[in-house]
């Protein structure tokens, strides 16, 4: 809005914990990590699909999918943040497709190539989010930043230990090749049905963080 020549923008409050609260070197619960992880999808498939006012679409692409990044809030709400870095993929401009922007260890191998990214990289990002919480670690955990990034490179996850349930789609998720990967609408359709159950467990949601007053 526009008050007084000032420019302002209105954000909602949302108490919330990030989810890397709850991943303390262990395997969630299935049923947790399919609620988070299907939740994460629909967010994706609504901006990924979200068209302007004459029905074409924008091509917005998130670019900072990580566990910093998914809110976890009262009431078992999962919410999507930080859309600082998202990206119009059908707008012009000559820089962003060679910056680097988002957290390193969660970046699609296109996404650390400097090249142009679309809504195959969320999904990448996403796969890795979902595999960190199903096995305990990260899927191209390695001694370095730099190791990491080699990795998610090369297309080698290491996936010993997924459930079972889990392991083709997060190969198809963590594919290399951007166009092999599946969109957040089938995305989500498979932890729906994987994980049927609306909600996660309410005893392992953290409270959300409160606000206090100094006195």
Not at 14 to 42: E, G, M, T, W, Y
Request: glycine share 8%; aromatic share 6%.
């Amino acid at each position: 809005g526009l008050v007084d020549e000032i420019l302002y923008a209105c954000m909602e409050y949302f108490p919330s914990r990030p989810l890397n609260d709850l991943l303390q070197s262990k395997p969630l619960p299935l049923s947790l990590c399919c609620a988070i992880a299907r939740s994460v999808a629909a967010g994706l498939a609504y901006l990924h699909n979200a068209c302007d006012d004459k029905r074409q679409q924008l091509g917005l692409v998130h670019r900072d999918i990580s566990p910093t990044n998914v809110l976890l809030g009262p009431h078992c709400q999962i919410k999507l943040g930080d859309l600082g870095l998202a990206k119009a993929t059908q707008l012009s401009d000559h820089t962003w497709g060679q910056l680097r922007k988002g957290t390193l260890a969660y970046m699609s191998p296109e996404q650390l190539a400097g090249q142009p990214v679309e809504g195959g990289s969320d999904i990448f990002s996403l796969g890795v989010v979902l595999a960190e919480m199903a096995m305990g670690r990260h899927p191209f955990a390695a001694a370095s930043a730099v190791d990491v990034m080699d990795r998610i490179k090369s297309g080698t996850p290491d996936l010993e230990g997924v459930p079972e349930v889990l392991y083709e789609l997060l190969s198809r998720m963590l594919s290399p090749a951007a166009p092999l990967r599946p969109s957040a609408q089938v995305v989500w359709q498979r932890l729906c049905e994987l994980s049927p159950t609306r909600g996660p467990p309410q005893a392992l949601w953290p409270e959300p963080e409160t606000e206090t007053e100094e006195e």
